[in-house]
Antibody
Framework: QVDLVESGGGMVQPGTSLRLSCAAS????????MHWVRQAPGKGLQWVSA????????YYVDSVKGRFTISRDNSKNTLYLQMNSLRTEDTAVYYC?????????????WGQGALVTVSS | DIQMTQSPSTLSASVGDRVTITCRAS??????LAWYQQKPGKAPKLLIY???SLESGVPSRFSGSGSGTEFTLAISSLQPDDFATYYC?????????FGQGTRLVIK
């Protein structure tokens, strides 16, 4: 069965960095687009970033452009999100989500989430 | 960016009721719309994709309709397990965007 397991969350100070990982199993990872979606405490869902199956195409929400970098290692079935210059407003649960093998991307499987808290 | 607006924000209903949630897009998204259900402390779950296609394993009491800019999620006969928050999401273009959510509560 499809499984997505995030790791790397924690509490950090503003201006610092953190890297999230998402270990995927149960499907052909290299065939699917992958995404990060976040949810601030008590708030709704916000898509953060996407990467194509081959890693060549990357997309970001404006609020993280220039600070966050999405990447993947298809040999390790792992998705990453490098988060630099973190701000208090980045505090959220970060979900890894599987997209489709086609160009149009919705999310058919989600991880359990990793909590990132940015606070001084 | 395409803005997604859901209504109502909160919906109060009883077991057995039929309810509908509306999602409006700020521009046409054809039928590139998905619906998700989320329970507290859990990851969202896909219910509907391509506006009206039911995800495998999702009960048939859930249905979706619409195209262009106006979409609807209907639940035909509410079950206790259905009280949750529902989100629409457009995947017509990046950045992908969600509605603000509709919280379905027990009357």
């Amino acid at each position: 069965q499809v499984d997505l397991v995030e790791s790397g969350g924690g509490m950090v100070q503003p201006g610092t960095s953190l890297r999230l990982s998402c270990a995927a199993s149960g499907f052909t990872f290299a065939s699917h687009g992958m995404h990060w979606v976040r949810q601030a405490p008590g708030k709704g869902l916000q898509w953060v970033s996407a990467i194509s199956s081959d890693g060549n195409d990357k997309y970001y929400v404006d609020s993280v452009k220039g600070r966050f970098t999405i990447s993947r290692d298809n040999s390790k079935n792992t998705l990453y999100l490098q988060m630099n210059s973190l701000r208090t407003e980045d505090t959220a649960v970060y979900y890894c989500a599987r997209g489709l093998i086609t160009a149009r991307q919705y999310f058919d499987y989600w991880g359990q989430g990793a909590l990132v808290t940015v606070s001084s | 960016d395409i803005q997604m607006t859901q209504s109502p924000s909160t919906l109060s209903a009883s077991v057995g009721d039929r309810v509908t949630i509306t999602c409006r897009a700020s521009q046409s998204i054809s039928d590139w719309l998905a619906w998700y259900q989320q329970k507290p402390g859990k990851a969202p779950k896909l219910l509907i994709y391509k506006a009206s296609s039911l995800e495998s394993g999702v009960p048939s009491r859930f249905s979706g309709s619409g195209s262009g800019t106006e979409f609807t999620l209907a639940i035909s006969s509410l079950q206790p397990d259905d009280f949750a928050t529902y989100y629409c999401q457009q995947y017509n273009s990046y950045p992908l965007t969600f509605g603000q959510g509709t919280r379905l509560v027990i009357k």
